[in-house]
């Protein structure tokens, strides 16, 4: 662990040497998830809100044959500015490759949790993770996203998988890899911009200090892997599942008939669906993400606390 090459931002320095709590964030978001410059704009809001939540955001990217942890205020407006085309794309699979060439990459939740991890942060905010995708037993697409979570102790703050999944699949393969998964404050789990997806949590918590303390007990008991905190939406940002659901399956079948596939599939989709919500989804998605980073703050608080 010591030998891998991380570069740490002085904001993080100070906040681990101290001790004081910390959330990882992904930057898959800021290259691939909006243009600029309103990425820019989004990845500050959220690093504020963590800040106002007592901890220290960590924005994890790979520059420069380097895993950043915590982007300065130059670096993190230098990836805002990364065409797309320009930055890869990171899950467990390809990490090892853009570091060792050099390249710049924007990591995924896999990725994001393999560096967070490596750097020692046991909390990473999030919007949504990836999953089982619709028609995976033809494809086999699944993403790592899963098998990271079986694997990797860190506690992921999602609103749900990411609603253009097959839900109930990915719930199955989370269950069979031994993952927590934890709804927040509700009986049934969220399914990104709609707070309920009709589906039943296996776990409830309602309180951050309940979350930190089950992953202290995974770690006591030697268990592989981390936990998933499902965080519903806000109500005030919500997308009903009867108003969202049809756009997905608008936004599926053109991909299908398009011939989109594997890494292609997931921007595609979020793409296509904020035209078809006429800039909704994205507004929600932000306003999820923000969410995510409270929740995310308190419970790094308690797990320092």
Same mark, same amino acid.
């Given at each position: 662990m010591t030998q891998a090459p991380l570069t740490?931002?002085?904001e993080? %320095?100070?906040a681990l040497a101290q001790g004081r709590p910390v959330v990882a964030l992904e930057s898959t978001i800021i290259t691939h998830g909006m243009p600029w410059p309103q990425n820019l704009e989004m990845a500050e809001t959220v690093e504020a809100t963590i800040r106002e939540g007592g901890a220290t955001p960590a924005t994890i990217a790979v520059m420069g044959g380097r895993i950043h942890v915590g982007l300065t205020p130059e670096a993190l407006r230098a990836l805002a500015q990364t065409p797309p085309a320009d930055a890869m794309k990171l899950s467990r699979a390809?990490?090892?490759v853009c570091l060792a060439n050099g390249r710049t990459g924007a990591t995924t939740v896999a990725a994001t949790m393999i560096c967070a991890h490596l750097a020692g942060i046991r909390v990473f905010a999030t919007g949504g993770i990836g999953g089982v995708h619709r028609g995976a037993e033809d494809s086999f697409d699944i993403s790592a996203d899963l098998q990271e979570l079986a694997q990797t102790p860190v506690t992921v703050v999602a609103a749900g998988a990411k609603a253009i999944l097959d839900l109930p699949k990915t719930w199955e393969v989370l269950e069979t890899l031994g993952v927590p998964v934890i709804a927040f404050g509700q009986d049934n789990l969220p399914a990104f911009w709609s707070r309920d997806s009709g589906l039943r949590a296996p776990l409830r918590m309602d309180d951050p200090a309940q979350i930190a303390a089950a992953a202290a007990m995974r770690a006591a008991l030697g268990l592989k892997g981390g936990q998933?905190?499902?965080n519903p939406i806000p109500v005030e940002a919500e997308i009903a599942q009867d108003v969202i659901l049809p756009v997905i399956e608008q936004a599926l079948a053109e991909a299908q008939a398009q011939g989109i596939a594997a890494k292609a599939v997931t921007p595609f989709l979020l793409s296509r669906i904020f035209e078809l919500t006429e800039g909704r989804s994205l507004d929600s998605n932000i306003q999820l993400v923000l969410n995510n980073?409270?929740?995310?703050a308190?419970?790094? %608080?308690?797990?320092? %606390?």
């Open positions: 740490f931002a002085p993080f %320095a100070d390809d990490l090892a998933l905190v499902a980073a409270r929740l995310a308190r419970i790094a %608080a308690a797990m320092t %606390a």
